[in-house]
Structures are given as structure tokens and as C-alpha cells.
């Protein structure tokens, strides 16, 4: 046990005696961030409830995340660290001792290293969110070998990038006061999957009168519960935001002294604008010119009015110019003055600051070495590049943890042929044999949130949190940090800061005097001081407090049609008329818990959803075994006929285990490692397919 248990009382009632209620923190990839009470009994963990007192979280987890024990307690865990045995690829592996395996890990990479450290790439995302096992240790380590740097693009980057152009930062409203708006825009985000906590505002306001909107090429289950869908094509969010701009110049829906007096760039933006009449824009996105009309009417005469961007939007060619054009609707009609008007994508910029990065992850162990930088999201083309020209070494190692890029990230066989070289040396730090593990050299057990110690921020809320351990980790399991620690030790590192505990740095992460830290360290989260209504005044965290219409090096935002649609690309369309999306499943976080025996359950199995019409077309009934292609190659799954998916879209939900799903294939073997116009993000719902009767599984 590396802590004493901090107990907050017993969970009440006859037969609960003993229980010991722990501090935690849910750390996957959600913008809500939950504060957990993990109950425990004997040292096994008996429940994990949502901590009642976080306003956020308000006692209530989703069901993933309810379910968190059997995870911790799965019997395919691996606990003890793994050396593969059979071919790579095939997931055979015996176990050995720690020290064999760290020893035979530091040796090899100091060989590569010998010859040049760039050779070695680290791989993760955001497995955990947490500070300390996330890019704690493991950046620190990284840093002092002077190995390749990861660009960590696949998720929020075009977006993020977006926002940081036009506000300077990635900020935003506060989440609680989406309860007083009377107008919401739910624009590509499916809170009741990817966000609940959020919804239950939304749900507030709903009951309170507002008007709930819909914006999604998906008709998904948040769709169904508010009081409009707009079922636009994939990708053509940027001409919709100019069209409703259009109607709110041609109304004069315009809040004048606010644009005067907080915007740079309008009159461009106006001109910009009056180029897309609602008749342009309903083309371009499939919608009909009374529904674009109707949206700019209510945007523009409803107070507050606010917008609930998610990142279901951005992952297209033109995400970063969507997301621009997307986030100067608030400063058009002034939302920004009320604090339930506004914008909210991501919260995360409030943070900078706070944190202790430079402490947390040492970037200047590099000393004066640059070294290059690989895109995580086209980690396919960089294990199968021969080295040379600009590009740098070949990759010989590459180090994954939080991660499961063979299952997430686009254009999976070259990803999977990449992990297969034999020559390549790779080490998973992982809880489970994944698609990725099962390509190592050697798999280390790693500990999961109720065995650590972390601190989090979060991207759908402001407020610092802390996680401690509540039980001792199962089997041999040790945590990210300690891994690292260990390895370090074996390459010889010997600064101080490879000695920090996780609590010592756990503790650490906040600076003291923007955190409250006795209160962060007392009920496990505290509120970072943000104004209610940021920028009701201005004062953007751009250079001169304006938000930025015209970005350097951007231009003037516009709409930026995706590489493979029907309008850009009509040959490819002959071939592959279906537009795919691929959105997160409800009981699924990306690959995490796919293996969860009653969440995979509750999923069923890999499904692609078709509009009837289109179905027909095919021959294809509910149910039936088919196979989506495309030039990059096949995903074997299952029909699901239903007006869920519009005309010419279909959506492939979830990102299935290869592994687990059928034939060895997920929708990743669809996606292309082409990248957005802003923040080098993959593309991965602007994706031309056909499907077709699967013959050979019928
Ligand atoms: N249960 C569950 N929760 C999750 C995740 C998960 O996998 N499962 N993933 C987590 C992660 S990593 C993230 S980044 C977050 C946010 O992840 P997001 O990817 O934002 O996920 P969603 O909120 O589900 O919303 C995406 C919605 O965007 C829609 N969409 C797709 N293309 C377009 C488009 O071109 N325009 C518009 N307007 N909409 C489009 C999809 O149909 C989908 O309903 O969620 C997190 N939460
Ligand atoms: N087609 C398609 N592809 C997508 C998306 C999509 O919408 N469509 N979404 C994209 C998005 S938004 C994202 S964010 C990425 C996500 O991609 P990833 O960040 O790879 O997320 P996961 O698939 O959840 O895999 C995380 C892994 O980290 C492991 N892990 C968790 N905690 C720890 C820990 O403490 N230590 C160690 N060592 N391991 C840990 C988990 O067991 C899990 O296997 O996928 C992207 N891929
Ligand atoms: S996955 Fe999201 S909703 Fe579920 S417990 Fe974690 S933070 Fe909360
Ligand atoms: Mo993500």
C-alpha cells in the first residue's frame, strides 16, 4: 500500500461497517472529469460512486465508469510483466521477473540510443488524463534520453488550435451555467454518450424552457431528446456557421458595441459572411434553406444562447476553419455579455498556469537538443518510413503507454504492418493484452486510478482534482511513473527529479499560489478562480484581450470541403458513394472497455448503421453480415438498418478490439492518415466507403 487510506466516513447503513471511502478521480479521456468515492472493503474495492459534493459530478458516474471494479478485478488483467514468444503480432507471451525485463528494456534502448535517440519514440495519449502518470514521469524520462517528440494530435488538436487562433486560448463557458441558457446549440457532441454530466444541465434548462438543437449528421439518442435535429452533412459545419452569419448581418441581428469593441477583423468576417446565403449553405450541407433560416432566427433573437461544441465536428479536413467560424457566433450576437451565453468546447486553457508543466515534465532535460517530431496520427507511415530525407532515423523502439494506437489510430494496417517489423523494438505499458500489446517485445503491468496517486485538470470544467490510492495494486502491477523511475535508474539517469515520488509529485502538480491546495488536498477538487462570465467584458487571453478574426498565417476563416465527399471528390464518390463517420459507442471510451464482458455486451457487436433507403439500394436487411470498403481496405461487421443514419451517411460506432470484433478488423482499416487544415489532426469522419453483402460470413 503506498498510502494510508483517507477515510471519509462509512457509507452508511446496517452491514456497511467497514467500508472505507476514498478520494478519486475518474481519469479516462471525458470531458467531465468525475470526483469518485471508491468504497473499499478488506482492501477490494466494493463500489465506485460519484462524489455527491462536486457540483459536476453531483453523485452520479456513467455506467462505464460505475462498473470500474470490473475492470480492476478482470481476470484477463495482466499482472506480471510479459516477453513475447511467438511472432510478433500474435500476442504469445511468458512471464518474467521485473528486474529481467527492465534490465533487457534498458539495454536495448541504450543501444539505440548509442547510435541515436530519435530512433526511439514514445507513444501515448490519454489512456490517463492524469498529470503524474500521463506526461509526468514518463516526459522526464523521455526528455533526458532525447527521443523523437510525440505530436499529440489524435484527438483535439484542430479544434484546439482553432480556438487558441481565434480566443487565444482553449476556454470557454462554464459548464453549470448551460442550466440558465434559453437557447442551446448541441453541435457535433452526443452528450448522453460522450458527456452526461453536461446534458443534465442541458436537461435544467430544458425543463426551465429553453430550446434544445441538435447538429449532427447522426440522428443519435441526444437528437431524439431535443426539440430539433439538423441532420447536416459531414463536414460542412463551416458553411453552415457562415450562412447563419449571413442571416445575422441581413437581420442586423447584430450586437455592434461588442464586435467594436472585443473583435479584430469584422469587417472581413462580414464580407466572408454575405458570401454564403442560407440557399449556398443548405447545398453544400444537405439541410433544407427553412432549416438554416430558422436556426439564424432564433440564434440571433433568443438571450442567452449558448453553444456546446464538442469534437465530433472537427475531425475533417476542414475542422480547424469550422471551429473558428463556429466560435466568432457568440461575439456576433454579444452571448458572451450573460454568463449562460457563450461557447464551450473545451476548458482546458484555464488550467495553463496552474499547472506546474515545466516541473511536472522537465522539457528542459533536453537541453539544447530539438529533437524532431512524429505526428502520433500518422504513426502508420512513420514505422513503415525507411529513414532518411527530411523525415530522420528509421524508428527502432517505440515505448506505448495510455495508449492503443493499433486500434485507434487511422489507417490501421499500416499502423498494424508497422507494429509487425520485426526489427522494431516495442514495450507496452498496459492493464490488458490489446491489439497494440499484443505487438510488443514485452507488455508491463501497469496499475490503474484506484492504485495510484494522480492529480487531474479537466476540459469540460474548472476544477483541480486529486486521486488517491485506494487499494494496493493487484498482481505485480506498478504505476507509469514508477516504471519510468525504474528505467531511469537503469540508463544511468541520475538528476533529482527522477527520485520524485507520485505523491510528491501528485502533490505537487498545482502551483500554490493559483490552487487552494489545502482544499484540493482536503476534499479531493477545488474550483480554479474564473470569472463567471469571462469575456462579458472582453479580455480574451489573446495578445491585446481582441478575439482574432483574421489568424496569422490563417487568412479569414471560410468553409473547407472535405478531401472525400460527393462535391470534392465525384470520382472517388462513383466508387464510394457512403460518407463514414465512425462516433464514439455509448458503453465503450474509444478502445477502453471493450473487453468488459456485460459493457461489450450492452454494445452487442460491431455495427454499421444505414438509412433504409440506402440499405434497400444494396439488398442489405437489419442484421445482416456486410463488409464497408474502400480502397485502404475491409471492415467486417454488422447491419443495423435505421433512420439513425441519414441518406448516403453511414456510421460505424465505436472503436471495437480488432481482436474482438470480426475477421481481425475495425473501421480504422477505412480512415486515411491525410491531415486537417489546423493542428496536424487525423481526418477520420471524412471517409468515402461502400458496403456490400458480406458473401463469404453470410
Ligand atoms: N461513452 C463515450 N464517451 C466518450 C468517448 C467514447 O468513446 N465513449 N470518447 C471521449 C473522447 S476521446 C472525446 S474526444 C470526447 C468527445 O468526443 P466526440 O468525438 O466529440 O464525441 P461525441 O460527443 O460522441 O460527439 C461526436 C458527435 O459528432 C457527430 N459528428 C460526426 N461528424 C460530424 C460533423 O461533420 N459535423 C457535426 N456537426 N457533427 C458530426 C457524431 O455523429 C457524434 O454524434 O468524448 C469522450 N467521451
Ligand atoms: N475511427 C475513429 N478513430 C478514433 C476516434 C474516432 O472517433 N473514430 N477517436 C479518436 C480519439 S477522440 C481519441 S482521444 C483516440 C483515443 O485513443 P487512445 O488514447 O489510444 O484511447 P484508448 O483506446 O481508450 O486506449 C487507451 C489505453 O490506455 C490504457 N491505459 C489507461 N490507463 C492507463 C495507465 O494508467 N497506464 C497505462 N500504461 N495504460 C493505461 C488503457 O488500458 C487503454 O488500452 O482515438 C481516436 N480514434
Ligand atoms: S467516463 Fe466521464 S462520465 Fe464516466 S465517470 Fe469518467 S468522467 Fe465521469
Ligand atoms: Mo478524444
Not at 530539438?370 to 524508428?395: E, K
Amino acid at each position: 500500500m503506498p498510502s494510508p487510506l483517507w477515510h471519509i466516513g462509512g457509507m452508511g447503513g446496517p452491514g456497511a461497517g467497514g467500508v472505507q471511502v476514498v478520494q478519486g478521480v475518474c481519469p479516462h479521456d471525458c470531458p467531465d472529469t468525475c470526483a469518485l468515492h471508491v468504497g473499499v472493503q478488506d482492501g477490494r474495492i466494493v463500489r465506485v460512486a460519484g462524489d455527491p459534493g462536486h457540483p459536476p459530478t453531483h453523485g452520479a458516474l456513467c455506467t462505464k465508469v460505475s462498473r470500474y471494479a470490473e475492470r480492476v478485478y478482470h481476470p484477463d488483467r495482466v499482472l506480471t510483466p510479459l516477453r513475447r514468444v511467438g511472432a510478433k503480432g500474435r500476442g504469445r507471451f511468458e512471464p518474467v521477473g521485473w528486474d529481467e525485463a527492465l534490465d533487457a528494456i534498458a539495454e536495448r534502448l541504450r543501444a539505440v540510443a548509442a547510435r541515436d535517440p530519435e530512433a526511439i519514440v514514445p507513444y501515448s495519449y490519454a489512456g490517463t488524463m492524469g498529470l503524474v502518470q500521463g506526461e509526468g514521469m514518463a516526459a522526464r524520462f523521455f526528455h533526458r534520453l532525447g527521443a523523437s517528440l510525440l505530436d499529440r494530435t489524435i484527438c483535439a488538436s484542430a479544434g484546439g488550435d482553432a480556438l487558441a487562433a481565434t480566443y487565444g486560448g482553449k476556454v470557454g463557458m462554464h459548464v453549470e451555467h448551460f442550466a440558465e441558457s434559453r437557447l442551446i446549440l448541441i453541435w457535433g457532441s452526443n452528450p448522453i454518450t460522450s458527456s452526461v454530466h453536461f446534458w443534465n444541465y442541458a436537461q435544467q434548462a430544458k425543463r426551465a424552457g429553453a430550446r434544445l438543437v441538435c447538429i449532427d449528421p447522426r440522428r443519435t439518442e441526444t437528437a431524439d431528446k431535443c426539440h430539433q435535429h439538423l441532420a447536416l452533412l459531414p463536414g460542412t459545419d463551416g458553411a453552415l456557421a457562415l450562412a447563419l452569419m449571413h442571416e445575422l448581418v441581413l437581420h442586423d441581428w447584430v450586437d455592434h458595441d461588442y464586435l467594436g469593441r472585443h473583435v479584430d477583423g469584422w469587417e472581413a468576417l462580414r464580407a466572408r459572411a454575405l458570401q454564403w446565403p442560407p440557399e449556398r449553405a443548405a447545398a453544400v450541407c444537405g439541410l433544407t434553406v427553412g432549416e438554416v433560416r430558422g436556426l439564424a432566427r432564433e440564434y440571433g433573437t433568443t438571450r442567452p444562447a449558448a453553444i456546446r461544441l464538442n469534437y465530433g465536428m472537427q475531425r475533417v479536413r476542414g475542422g480547424g476553419n469550422a471551429v473558428r467560424l463556429i466560435a466568432l457566433l457568440p461575439c456576433l450576437v454579444g452571448a458572451w455579455r450573460h454568463r449562460a451565453g457563450g461557447l464551450l468546447l473545451s476548458s482546458s486553457g484555464w488550467f495553463r498556469g496552474a499547472r506546474r508543466d515545466a516541473w511536472l515534465q522537465r522539457p528542459d532535460l533536453l537541453g539544447a537538443r530539438l529533437p524532431r517530431t512524429i505526428n502520433m496520427s500518422t504513426i502508420g507511415d512513420a514505422l513503415l518510413h525507411p529513414g532518411g530525407g527530411g523525415f530522420g532515423p528509421r524508428v527502432e523502439a517505440v515505448v506505448v503507454y495510455n495508449s492503443n494506437p493499433v486500434a485507434v489510430a487511422p489507417e490501421s494496417a499500416k499502423v498494424a504492418a508497422g507494429f509487425a517489423r520485426d526489427d522494431l523494438f516495442t514495450v507496452v505499458l498496459e492493464h490488458f493484452l490489446t491489439d497494440t500489446a499484443d505487438h510488443a517485445d514485452f507488455v508491463l503491468p501497469a496499475t490503474m486510478q484506484p492504485e495510484h496517486w494522480d492529480a487531474h485538470g479537466a476540459y469540460g470544467h474548472v476544477y483541480a482534482m486529486l486521486n488517491r490510492p485506494a487499494i494496493a495494486p493487484c498482481g505485480q502491477a506498478r504505476s507509469n511513473a514508477e516504471i519510468f523511475r525504474q528505467l531511469a535508474v537503469r540508463m544511468g539517469f541520475t538528476e533529482p527529479c527522477f527520485a520524485d515520488s507520485d505523491e510528491a509529485m501528485a502533490l505537487g502538480a498545482y502551483d500554490p499560489s493559483r490552487v487552494d491546495l489545502a482544499a484540493l488536498r482536503g476534499r479531493g477538487w477545488t474550483r480554479l478562480p474564473v470569472d463567471a462570465a469571462p469575456f462579458a467584458e472582453g479580455g480574451f487571453p489573446t495578445v491585446d484581450g481582441r478575439v482574432v478574426v483574421d489568424a496569422p498565417g490563417l487568412g479569414v476563416p471560410d468553409h473547407v470541403p472535405n478531401y472525400e465527399s460527393v462535391h470534392s471528390a465525384p470520382e472517388l464518390a462513383r466508387r464510394y458513394p457512403l460518407a463514414m463517420i465512425s462516433p464514439p459507442a455509448r458503453h465503450f471510451l474509444n478502445s477502453t472497455f471493450v473487453n468488459v464482458p456485460s459493457l461489450r455486451a450492452a454494445e452487442r457487436e460491431p455495427l454499421v448503421e444505414l438509412h433504409p433507403d440506402d440499405a434497400a439500394a444494396r439488398g442489405i436487411a437489419d442484421g445482416a453480415a456486410v463488409r464497408v470498403f474502400n480502397d485502404r481496405g475491409v471492415y467486417h461487421c454488422t447491419a443495423a438498418v435505421s433512420s439513425r443514419a441519414r441518406p448516403g451517411v453511414v456510421n460505424g460506432l465505436g472503436i471495437w478490439w480488432r481482436k474482438l470484433g470480426r475477421a481481425g478488423t475495425n473501421v480504422n482499416e477505412l480512415t486515411h492518415q491525410r491531415l486537417t487544415d489546423i493542428g496536424r489532426a487525423p481526418a477520420f469522419y471524412d471517409c468515402l466507403v461502400e458496403v456490400e453483402l458480406d458473401r463469404v460470413a453470410a
